[in-house]
């Protein structure tokens, strides 16, 4: 997606506008799904909205997404360098990838909340605190020598019945 906020005929929601059927300025992530199904409802676009095209719909804003930081270098949490606009574009990507998801989590069955929090427990037993802070101090104190041997031992510990893919934890 380009960024739309200076081709708009309507003045972008106000704050009020954009809180959510909970009051609190958040949307849940049944709130979005509903709010995505309305949309496509009332455009008779459900009959484009099957799980492959909605795959790669996601996956296509996922890309506008990474045109966002491609060529930039690494960038500080936080982006304190960007400009307002460049935020607010970011944001739109942001959001087209996650209605996107819900929308597919949707269509496919999925309880997206469901199989979060679940997964969220999956990765806390794959990656026990006490290990990775364990690594993570060793990594600290000693990086040339100690690490090599235990760490290797912490992943096996860890990852003694899946892959382990994380990128370093
Ligand atoms: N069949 C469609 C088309 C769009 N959308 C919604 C979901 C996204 O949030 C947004 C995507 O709209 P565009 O396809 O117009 O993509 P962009 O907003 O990225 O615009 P552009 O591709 O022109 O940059 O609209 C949708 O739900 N179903």
Redesign the pocket.
């Known amino acids: 997606?380009?960024n739309?906020t200076q081709t708009a005929a309507q003045p972008p929601p106000n704050r009020e506008e954009m809180k959510g059927a909970s009051g609190q300025g958040g949307l849940t992530l049944e709130e979005l799904k509903e709010k995505?199904e309305i949309?496509?409802k009332e455009?008779d676009?459900d009959q484009?909205?099957s799980p492959r095209?909605l795959l790669l719909?996601m996956v296509?804003?996922v890309g506008?997404l990474s045109e966002i930081f491609q060529w930039k270098g690494e960038v500080p949490r936080g982006l304190p360098d960007w400009e307002e606009q460049e935020k607010l574009h970011l944001g739109?990507?942001l959001?087209?990838v996650l209605?996107?998801l819900v929308?597919l989590s949707d269509i496919c069955g999925i309880d997206l909340s469901k199989a979060a929090l679940r997964k969220i427990e999956l990765n806390a037993i794959k990656y026990p605190i006490s290990i990775c802070n364990q690594k993570h101090n060793q990594i600290k104190t000693s990086p040339l020598t100690a690490p090599v041997a235990t760490a290797a031992a912490a992943d096996a510990a860890a990852t003694s019945t899946t892959s382990n893919d994380n990128g370093g934890v």
């Open positions: 997606m380009e739309n995505m949309f496509a455009r676009w484009f909205h095209n719909a296509g804003e506008e739109e990507e959001s087209d209605l996107y929308r």
